[in-house]
């Protein structure tokens, strides 16, 4: 017994959270308990083989009993971009079964940070951020082209960090109704020729702040990639085009000088 109790004072254990003191969530036998996450969910996993889950949202994950054959004893751990939750997992009682909480939010008092690199911003962080700036009036029209009698306008460009965000607008001076087929973002040469071996790279953006189908007269949006870098002899293709029958495409322009010259968005 000395041995044994010797050994166990020099063992290292590692640091880090008990699942004694783990928030106990109650899991009924016949209802779902969904999670809802601040940030879009990125890793589950069930300690558990007869808790069942899944996720029906980006958000949200809902996690159900198989049976109850066996009584639930779990750790369910979930992260997000920047954090990562753990909850205890028991069988409901008569008792704990009154007061069964079948939607949880992830609150920060769950959370325990993650840093990982490369990962950026969260979605939440990216929509804060793009929403302060379209608050902000246009004052620096970077580029604008005119077609179908729509004009549309490359307001600003800003940079944070890796991120690039681009403030456009467009106005309808028509009679005619804008439906929004699709935003695509292509670089490609400065000078199309006739040869049929042009390269075009399509990019994508990593959030768009608003998911606006329609526009009668005016529209404004801003949408956020990762830092892009080009050469000299490509430019950025810009093209909204409308949804069938019209078709109306329109293409805006962008040089890499105008991505250079984006102004910073100062960290808060």
């Not at 010797?6 to 699942?19: D, E, H, L, M, R």
């Not at 604008?144 to 944070?160: E, P, T």
């Not at 087929?181 to 040869?195: L, S, W």
Request: glycine share 4%.
């Amino acid at each position: 017994m000395v041995n044994l109790h010797s050994y166990a004072q020099n063992t290292p254990f590692a640091n880090g959270v008990k699942k004694a003191d783990l928030p106990i969530v109650y899991l009924p036998e016949n209802v779902s308990i969904h999670f809802i996450s601040p940030e879009p969910i990125q890793y589950v996993d069930i300690s558990a083989k007869n808790i069942l889950g899944d996720l029906p949202l980006k958000n949200v994950l809902r996690i159900k009993l198989k049976d109850s054959v066996t009584a639930a004893d779990a750790v369910v751990t979930i992260a997000g971009e920047n954090f990562i939750a753990q909850y205890h997992i028991l069988l409901a009682g008569p008792i704990t079964g009154r007061d069964v909480l079948t939607d949880i939010e992830i609150n920060p008092a769950d959370c325990h940070p993650l840093d990982i690199a490369g990962i950026g911003l969260s979605q939440p962080q990216l929509k804060g951020i793009a929403y302060n700036l379209f608050c902000k009036r246009p004052d620096k029209i970077k580029e604008h082209a005119k077609a179908f009698g729509i004009k549309a306008s490359l307001n600003h460009i800003y940079s944070l960090g890796d991120y690039i965000f681009l403030d456009l607008g467009y106005v309808n001076k028509t009679n005619l109704k804008y439906d929004i087929a699709d935003f695509r973002f292509k670089v490609d040469d400065k000078k199309v020729t006739q040869a049929t071996n042009v390269q075009s790279v399509d990019i994508k953006p990593e959030f768009i702040l608003f998911d606006t189908p329609s526009f009668k007269k005016y529209y404004r949006n801003i949408l956020v990639f990762r830092k892009m870098t080009f050469p000299g002899d490509k430019v950025l293709h810009i093209e909204l085009s409308e949804k069938q029958l019209s078709g109306r495409v329109i293409t805006l322009t962008a040089s890499y000088q105008d991505v250079l010259d984006a102004d910073i968005i100062p960290l808060q």
